[in-house]
């Protein structure tokens, strides 16, 4: 059996009302995830639903749900070509989504 | 001797936890929070979400250890409801977590995120200066 490493393990309280978890494994390599990789950055509402979603499973690749919490099925394809790159569209959409509530 | 074990509220800014985790990826080093540590942007922020009332719900869950949010809402004497959107703040957090119970009623169980007795608050240290000779 492979052992799991974390790569990345944060969470991050942007204000009051938001959370940004970010979380990287290292995962054998599968159909599921051909890179051994498995990410997952989340932006967390205090009411207890994500707002902003980003993982990486196949058949999708990197992708962004973008319509949560209500509608999960709604996936944004991000071409990208590493978590890297995910994860700096991810925080700046974390940026558009608390700069807009402020407004 | 009987150990405190404690929760760490630590503050940074946004655009430094930003570069930190962007640096740990590109140089393939693991960032990891450290463990028993909540991280907020900043005082304030932590100020506004952590209120007496969610302080209160948190002595209690150490304390009285709840079955459920209902019983906790009676040990806090407050609304059901409004203990419950507090519950799920908390949870969303990162302070404590909510189980099921495993009854017929698919109640929740409020559990510390892991068992501290203590929050310690890691004010930041701030320097700022005024160039005076630049300004003449």
């Known amino acids: ?103 | 001797m009987k150990t405190i074990k404690t929760l760490n509220i630590r503050f940074e800014v946004w655009t430094d936890f930003k570069n930190r985790v962007r640096l740990a990826l590109k140089e393939g080093k693991s960032s990891n929070v450290q463990k028993g540590t909540l991280v907020f942007s900043s005082v304030t922020e932590y100020q506004k979400f952590m209120s007496e009332q969610k302080l209160a719900i948190l002595a209690a869950i150490i304390n009285k250890k709840p079955a459920s949010i209902y019983q906790l809402a009676q040990f806090v004497e407050r609304d059901f409801a409004n203990v419950q959107r507090d519950c799920i703040a908390l949870e969303a957090m990162g302070f404590i977590e909510l189980k099921d119970s495993g009854d017929t009623k698919k109640s929740k169980t409020p559990k510390l995120a892991f068992n501290y007795t203590r929050i310690e608050i890691h004010m930041p240290q701030v320097t700022y200066s005024h160039e005076l000779a630049e300004a003449a």
């Open chain 1, 1 to 103: 059996m492979s052992a799991t490493k974390v790569i990345l393990n944060e969470t991050f309280a942007i204000n009051h009302k938001y959370r940004v978890v970010l979380y990287i494994v290292k995962v054998p390599v599968s159909e599921k995830f051909p890179e051994g990789k498995k990410a997952r950055f989340v932006l967390l509402h205090v009411d207890g639903y994500p707002r902003l979603l980003v993982d990486n499973h196949e058949p999708f690749g990197f992708h962004m749900h973008t319509q949560l919490p209500d509608d999960h099925g709604v996936r944004l394809e991000l071409l990208v070509i590493d978590h890297d790159e995910a994860l700096n569209i991810f925080l700046r959409e974390v940026e558009r989504i608390i700069a807009n509530e402020d407004h």
